[in-house]
């Protein structure tokens, strides 16, 4: 098998049906990369982290309006604190650095105050462009730190503690948090996670999820047969139980029959954030 059949294999379990002629490092760093949960006691150099927050900087932003923010963390007292709102997800206290990506409209909602302009865009589209802003930068940040060798987990889970992480920080109204992102250098390989068929997810001129039914039972197959799910890893056991195999789109919808940080809105709201 050649490397680059073996790179498609991994992340597919499919044969590779596309051309390795394209391949270049970026695109295998890409196809390779894996979330790191297993952090080495070893600290980032304060230049490293700063060139990498500078790719972050780089990514593309709605109108270069670049409404979010960034709040690093290093401090091992705080990132205890951080860690403490999560108990079941050790690393982020392992990880030397943990990086808070917002969504700010407060920045230029001071600069119009500023200007003398009025502020007419407290709505959904401008929460969702802070969203995607902050979600591209904290991607770019992490194609970065991968390509230096360290590893990175995002955190959706400090938004189970919401408001208590966002008093943490210290975040005034107009900011939100979006993800955390635990950095530091990796302790293992880890392992690279299976995705759906790019059949199922890649659509060709038009919209057509007709073979979704058949695209995800084969990959429900392929995922399980490589990673099958341990009882402590199935959702919801106490509701649905423990299933000898319980496949990814099972697993997934065991997840979302129950509401998740239904509190969102109502912390948005708290922080001056309108959705109308
Ligand atoms: C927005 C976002 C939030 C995530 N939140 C968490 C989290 O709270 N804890 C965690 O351990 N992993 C979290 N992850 C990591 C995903 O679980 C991981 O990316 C996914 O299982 C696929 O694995 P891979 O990145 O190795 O391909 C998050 C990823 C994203 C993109």
């Not at 589209?125 to 987990?153: H, K, P, R, W, Y």
């Not at 073979?211 to 990673?227: K, S």
Request: proline share 6%; net charge negative; with cysteine.
């Amino acid at each position: 098998m050649t490397e680059f059949a073996k790179m498609w294999e991994d992340r597919f379990g499919l044969e590779a049906d596309t051309a390795a002629k394209h391949l270049n490092p970026t695109i295998e760093g890409l196809l390779t990369r894996r979330v790191c949960r297993t952090f080495a006691e070893k600290d980032i150099d304060g230049g490293l982290l700063d060139l990498l927050l500078a790719c972050a900087q780089s990514a593309p932003t709605k109108s270069n309006l670049q409404q979010y923010s960034i709040v690093a963390v290093r401090d091992p007292a705080t990132r205890r604190k951080i860690a403490d709102l999560v108990p079941s997800m050790p690393w982020i206290a392992d990880a030397p650095v943990f990086l808070a990506f917002l969504g700010d409209v407060r920045r230029i909602r001071r600069l119009a105050a500023l200007r003398g302009h009025d502020y007419a865009n407290d709505n959904a589209d401008t929460f969702m462009n802070a969203c995607v802003d902050a979600a591209l930068a904290m991607q770019m940040f992490i194609v970065a730190a991968e390509s230096a060798g360290l590893g990175c987990c995002p955190i959706s889970y400090i938004r189970n503690r919401i408001a208590d992480f966002a008093d943490l920080l210290g975040l005034p109204d107009g900011v939100f948090p979006i993800a955390g992102l635990c950095v530091g250098w990796p302790a293992n390989d880890g392992y690279v996670s299976m995705r759906l068929p790019p059949d199922v997810v890649v659509h060709r001129e038009t919209y057509d999820d007709s073979d979704l039914e058949a695209g995800v039972g084969d990959y429900d197959e392929r995922n399980h047969a490589r990673f099958p799910l341990p009882p402590g890893k199935q959702r919801h056991t106490e509701r649905y139980g423990v299933l000898e195999k319980c496949t990814w789109s099972e697993n997934v919808s065991r997840q979302l029959s129950l509401p998740e940080r239904d509190g969102f809105a109502a912390f948005l709201k708290s922080k001056g954030i309108s959705l109308g």
